[in-house]
């Protein structure tokens, strides 16, 4: 029974209706409005006033709710997101940000409206620096910033929005994310772990915790020791959902409390005791090089066993050329630039924290959660609890940002569990500092030596990679493996030795990021490109034509030759970017090339459903994460069928509706997808097709339906009148596409395609601070063939803004006993809106020659590969300073430059 003795009478109004209430004294604002109110457009997250997920507006101004007590608001009015609409019409601001598509996966976006609506109301048509100003509290990690000035700029005017349906969705706060969702009987869950990295567990007491009110029960590890604790993993089940007896990083969970409510589950694992002891941390190469074993050697896969005596995950040679030649080449070159190229874990900053809700029945399981690729949650999760894979159904939901960090089981596996035991729906849901401790990206440390003639020629190169990866495999084989045997793109190199080692840390398990490795070698690779034509006097632009590869050449044996043209798009980048005119004083330039290999080995399957309305249904296993997939399909089908896109509408990622997809990552899903989707419409028109030759006596020909009219030859048909006719359930094709396999090949088969971008930039150095401006951006992308011009080109911004977020502040700092110093909003640094470069231009090249629907190809990681080493080479080229380490921060900058009396040598690295 609630104790309402200490219960602070409030009366407010919120969004035009008083709301009278009796509130606890430590309730937020905004734990008032999503819990008590059910206003969930609303967003939670960082829940220490950093974000902006959560603003509102209060006596219309912009308020960070988690900071304010509900109780504090009394005789107040608050507005919220749901409350900006009059009469069924969006605010002006609302229909701004639709219509230049300022949002992407939409966690972000309620907060940011209500941001922008306080300053448009007293400053009708702010400036960039107003906008900005008012704007630098609110993050954003998908779009780049870029559209949200856009439609800030309008938004003092109802613009004619031609949105897609999730943004309106995003705007109006309407979207359903995994924290939003309520089942009858749910229990709350919240895990445990010990505050250092590594430890031994003595003891896990669970007496004081079971004593808080509304705490059903504590699971530990105990609880699984009948069978073992189980173990999951995308490709070797080596991490246990709880610890039994070490913890190998900070955030590895030790037990699970689980409550009534949030609140009872939270006060519960508070006072639950561990009792440890604490080992050495492990988090440098150097730590994870020494005798100190984080693994038993008896615990590892079989996979791994060649490395069970050091903290060797897994290792790759690759060579082109006679390797035998390389001492000969070293010794002949006229130039050998040697570096060695460092970048630190990060974390991926999606807005939205890891979450997900279990709901057991029987010996069955639902699983909704954000997750990227459902069809290999279930694998991994089947595998886990002993269940068919039939058992388990994953559902999607909407991610409020994933970038890879949401690929893969993480907090599933031990919900899953836990909620079998129970009997009872299950939701846990981390906070933001929570989910700093639980997936990662991998830090590296990539020495390359390149050789080169006098002419610019690359004459051979060297590449030793080793990336740290964390307490367990997660799905680091791949990445790891896929960046070393790419490493030598796109230049031709004629002999070349590239090794590529994992490397386990105590730290969190790092797992998928946007680029996957490709963004680390790029780096390493372009930084030397940027050393070479420094040193030869060479332009950097020239230097990279002549060494670059053209359509049909050879990347690796046996793999997709150069599917592009790669010497065009970085030509026209030179005339984009005004690369010829003279550089302006006190400006550098950098440029740099970037490319990434699509995953190989993987299929789609879509369905199709056409319905005697003249309506289509697709379902797909791709999942939506921002990226416009589901708007995109819409699109393919549409064009496909004959349809307006308002005819169609995309089932996605439901495991138990959906037909298979491999995964939504690697930028594939346009081409594999969207291949099977224009599959399916081929089978369907196949069918009606040959229906209507059969029962109208239409002559023979191709089918063409277009504007609600089935056309044959010079007979036409209503599309309407054919489906009634056809079937009263309508019509359903089924579509497949599927790269090929070849157990030869290091990664199962060949790249479908290749992703490939140039970026210039212009920048210049405050001195006394070391700080980093950026001028002019200027970025381009191969598409193929765009399916969507907007949405494409609010990707390779958000990538461009996320890639120099990277190289100038993101870093994961650990102290030495393995904890992290930095896990949170308040003190990791993401690029704000303050923090946009002076002015940023996009281009594609469209040759139609892309292996998706009418010539596409994937793109959306790409806009983060080239920008690093673009900003690397324009430091170069102002200072004489060629940067190794990432992130150059201001600090780090400042001290080389103070430090420098004359160029420093270009092959050292910064400290």
């Known amino acids: 029974m609630t104790d309402r003795s200490n219960l602070i009478p409030c009366s407010l109004t919120i969004n035009g209706r008083r709301i009278d209430a009796e509130v606890p004294p430590g309730e937020t604002l905004l734990e008032m409005l999503r819990e008590r109110?059910?206003?969930?457009?609303?967003?939670?997250?960082?829940?220490?006033?950093?974000?902006?997920?959560?603003?509102?507006?209060?006596d219309g101004q912009a308020i960070n709710s988690c900071l304010i007590l509900a109780a504090s608001v009394d005789g107040h009015e608050v507005t919220t997101i749901e409350g900006l609409q009059r009469d069924g019409e969006l605010d002006p601001i609302q229909e701004a940000f639709a219509a230049a598509n300022a949002s992407q996966c939409g966690f972000c976006t309620s907060g940011m409206i209500m941001a922008s609506r306080a300053l448009l109301t007293g400053t009708p048509n702010p400036d960039r620096d107003e906008v900005s100003t008012a704007l630098e509290g609110n993050y954003c990690r998908c779009t780049g910033y870029q559209a949200i000035l856009e439609a800030v700029a309008a938004g003092s005017s109802t613009p004619a929005a031609d949105s897609s349906r999730h943004s309106r969705n995003h705007v109006t706060?309407?979207?359903?994310?995994?924290?939003?969702?309520?089942?009858?009987?749910?229990?709350?869950?919240?895990?445990?772990?010990?505050?250092?990295?590594?430890?031994?567990?003595?003891?896990?007491?669970?007496g004081h915790a079971m004593e808080v009110p509304g705490v059903v029960r504590v699971f530990t590890a105990a609880d699984f020791s009948d069978s073992g604790v189980p173990r999951f993993g995308p490709l070797v089940a080596d991490q246990p959902i709880l610890a039994d007896d070490v913890t190998r990083y900070q955030g590895e969970p030790v037990a699970m409390v689980v409550g009534e409510s949030e609140q009872a589950a939270r006060a519960g694992a508070a006072a639950v005791r561990v009792v440890y002891e604490e080992l050495p941390a492990i988090v440098t190469r150097d730590q994870a090089l020494s005798g100190d074993l984080i693994h038993e050697p008896a615990s590892r896969p079989e996979a791994q066993q060649r490395w069970t005596d050091s903290n060797v995950m897994a290792e790759w040679v690759f060579d082109l050329g006679d390797p035998e030649e390389l001492d000969h080449l070293g010794a002949s070159a006229a130039l050998v630039v040697e570096n060695t190229y460092e970048a630190p874990f990060t974390h991926h900053f999606f807005m939205e924290p890891y979450g997900t809700i279990c709901i057991p029945d029987g010996n069955t399981i639902r699983v909704l959660t954000p997750v990227q690729h459902p069809f290999v949650l279930r694998r991994v999760l089947a595998m886990t609890l002993g269940l068919a894979e039939d058992d388990v159904r994953v559902e999607a939901t909407d991610s409020g940002g994933g970038f890879g960090g949401k690929g893969y089981a993480k907090i599933e596996p031990v919900t899953a569990a836990c909620s079998r035991l129970l009997g009872r729906p299950l939701k846990v849901t981390q906070t933001a500092e929570e989910s700093f401790l639980t997936g990662q990206r991998e830090a590296s440390h990539i020495r390359v030596r390149t050789g080169f003639s006098a002419e610019g020629d690359i004459t051979f190169q060297e590449i030793d990679a080793d990336f740290l990866i964390g307490a367990y495999t997660d799905i680091s084989p791949a990445v790891v493996s896929k960046t070393a045997l790419y490493g030598g793109a796109p230049y031709r190199v004629p002999c070349a030795r590239i090794r590529g080692r994992g490397l386990f840390t105590t730290t969190a398990p790092t797992t998928a990021f946007r680029g996957f490795g490709a963004s680390h070698m790029n780096m390493a690779v372009e930084g030397q490109m940027n050393v070479a034509a420094h040193r030869l006097g060479i332009d950097p632009i020239a230097l990279r034509l002549r060494n670059m590869r053209k359509h049909g050449e050879e990347i690796v044996p046996g793999d997709t030759p150069v599917d592009s043209d790669w010497p065009g798009l970085l030509g026209r980048l030179a005339v984009e970017a005004e690369w010829g005119a003279p550089r302006r004083d006190g400006v550098g330039r950098g440029v740099a090339f970037g490319m990434k290999a699509n995953a190989a080995a993987t299929s789609s399957t879509a369905r199709v459903h056409l319905g005697p309305d003249g309506n289509a249904i697709a379902y797909v296993g791709t999942t939506e994460m921002g990226q416009g997939q589901r708007d995109g399909m819409r699109i393919i089908v549409g064009e496909a069928l004959g349809l307006p896109r308002e005819s169609v509408t995309v089932i996605m990622g439901d495991t138990g509706v959906v037909p298979f997809d491999s995964w939504t990552a690697s930028s594939r899903s346009t081409v594999f997808m969207g291949n099977a989707l224009q599959g399916a419409c081929g089978d369907i028109?196949?069918?009606?097709?040959?229906?209507?030759?059969?029962?109208?006596?239409?002559?023979?020909?191709?089918?063409?339906?277009?504007?609600?009219?089935?056309a044959l030859g010079s007979d036409s048909v209503p599309l309407r009148q054919l489906l009634r006719a056809y079937s009263p359930d309508g019509?359903?094709?089924?579509?497949?596409?599927?790269?090929?396999?070849?157990?030869?090949?290091?990664?199962?088969?060949?790249?479908?395609?290749?992703?490939?971008?140039?970026t210039a930039v212009e920048l210049h150095i405050d001195r006394e601070t070391g700080q980093v401006v950026l001028d002019t951006v200027t970025h381009g992308t191969d598409a193929g063939t765009l399916i969507n011009r907007d949405l494409a080109l609010r990707q390779d911004e958000g990538g461009i803004v996320m890639g120099q977020s990277l190289t100038l502040s993101e870093q994961l700092v650990y102290d030495t006993s393995g904890t992290l110093a930095n896990g949170s909003s308040l003190d990791y640094r993401i690029a704000t809106i303050g923090d946009l470069a002076g002015s940023t231009a996009g281009f594609f090249q469209e040759n139609g020659d892309g292996p998706g629907p009418n010539g596409a190809r994937g793109l959306g990681e790409g806009g983060i590969l080239a920008i690093g080493p673009a900003i690397c080479g324009a430091i170069l080229d102002l200072t004489g300073l060629h940067l190794t380490r990432i992130p150059i921060t201001p600090e780090r900058l400042w001290g080389a430059l103070s430090g420098q009396r004359e160029p420093v040598d270009l092959e050292g690295s910064l400290p």
């Open 731 to 758: 019509v359903t094709g089924e579509g497949t596409f599927a790269a090929p396999r070849d157990p030869g090949h290091p990664l199962g088969g060949p790249s479908a395609f290749y992703e490939v971008v140039a």
């Open 685 to 710: 028109k196949r069918q009606l097709a040959a229906f209507a030759r059969s029962h109208f006596s239409a002559a023979a020909g191709d089918v063409l339906m277009s504007q609600g009219t089935v």
């Open 37 to 58: 109110l059910g206003l969930r457009g609303t967003r939670k997250n960082c829940e220490q006033g950093e974000c902006g997920a959560c603003t509102v507006l209060l």
């Open 173 to 206: 706060g309407e979207t359903l994310y995994l924290d939003d969702m309520r089942f009858p009987g749910m229990l709350y869950g919240v895990l445990v772990h010990t505050p250092v990295g590594r430890a031994l567990i003595r003891e896990v007491d669970s």
